[in-house]
């Protein structure tokens, strides 16, 4: 019978180490693979929208963040906040691989007896900053942080990823205007910009396209990249980086289930259960990634 199967992908060692562009993007691949089986094994979840965000996901967690898995309340710690949060099964795996919790607990993902809620909990899941779900609160809560911290000489930065369909939530362009007074330059925000929705496509229901234009107007520091290109998201970033006095966005073009050949902007699996053989589908195309 088949079943979850976490020896396909090693774990990846804690120690600090410099990742070359070949070693995230295995990282990202081994990250889709550990949603596709966890949203298997425990027959619920939002596939998806994960794959669209991997690249940046391993970025942030295994070259860019300052974090401490031995220590995730540490003061000092780069803050990360998954406003989609529905996106959560990818950001677990990104935990676990970390080393925050063990493997064997993405398999009670939205179980009671677990830890892993079906959106991020602060107060239930080690190493989430913030709980999430509720779309369009990512931004003012990590402009929240990110003035927190500089009040208290913290030298870090606040990271949030956001959907573009979420992007329809007014209460983000309240936390953009008030983002740009402050001249909050840590905080960095990334636009998943992949098109859907769970109710179809963005461009063909209430359109924020172009997203960069419009954070823009409202003064920020603003790029638009290849969201799935590694090099171009760690250059993103230190450009973002560099300036001191407007937060940051980063337009990351992006495709819905990338790499999961059945998946691939298919809004069907916004939220879906894959079978057996569709996990072995999985496997195969990314294995070429590995």
């Given amino acids: 019978m088949f079943g979850i199967v976490w020896s ?3 774990n990846i060692d804690e120690e600090e180490a ?11 691949n ?24 991997a690249e940046i996901m391993a970025v ?13 309340q540490w003061t000092e710690r780069d803050r990360f906040i998954l406003s989609k949060g529905h996106a959560c099964p990818i950001m677990y795996a990104a935990l676990a691989r970390k080393g925050y919790f063990e493997m064997e607990e993405l398999k009670k993902l939205r179980m009671f007896e677990g830890s892993l809620q079906g959106h991020p909990d602060m107060h239930k899941t080690p190493g989430v900053d913030m709980t999430s779900g509720s779309l369009g609160n990512g931004v003012g809560i990590g402009l929240g942080m990110a003035l927190g911290c500089r009040m208290q000489d913290i030298n870090n930065y606040i990271y949030v990823i956001v959907g573009d369909g979420e992007q329809q939530e007014g209460v983000i362009w309240e936390a ?32 924020l396209y172009p997203t960069a234009d419009k954070w823009r107007a409202f003064h920020w520091h603003v790029q638009t990249i290849d969201g799935h290109d590694i090099d171009s ?13 407007q937060p940051s966005y980063i337009e990351c073009k992006t495709v819905k289930g990338k790499n999961i ?6 809004n069907a699996w916004h939220k879906k259960t894959p079978t057996a053989e569709e996990v072995e589908i999985a496997r195969e195309a990314l294995k070429g990634g590995m």
């Avoid at 410099?18 to 990202?28: H, S």
């Avoid at 081994?30 to 794959?51: F, I, N």
């Avoid at 250059?235 to 973002?240: P, R, S, T």
């Avoid at 050949?261 to 298919?266: A, D, I, Q, R």
């Fill in 30 to 53: 081994r990250l889709r693979m550990d949603v596709v089986e966890t949203v298997y094994a425990v027959k619920d979840g939002h596939p998806g929208p994960c794959m669209s965000i």
């Fill in 261 to 266: 050949p059945y998946m691939e902007n298919n």
């Fill in 60 to 72: 942030l967690y295994f070259d860019e963040m300052n974090i401490n898995p031995k220590n995730p």
């Fill in 176 to 207: 953009a205007m008030a983002a740009a007074k402050h001249e909050v330059g840590n905080l960095i925000v990334f636009g998943d910009c992949n098109n859907n929705q769970s109710g179809g496509k963005v461009t063909e229901l209430s359109s």
């Fill in 18 to 28: 410099i990742m070359t562009n070949t070693e995230l993007q295995r990282i990202a």
């Fill in 8 to 10: 396909f992908y090693i």
């Fill in 233 to 245: 998201i760690k250059e993103a970033i230190a450009n973002a980086k560099a300036v001191k006095d």
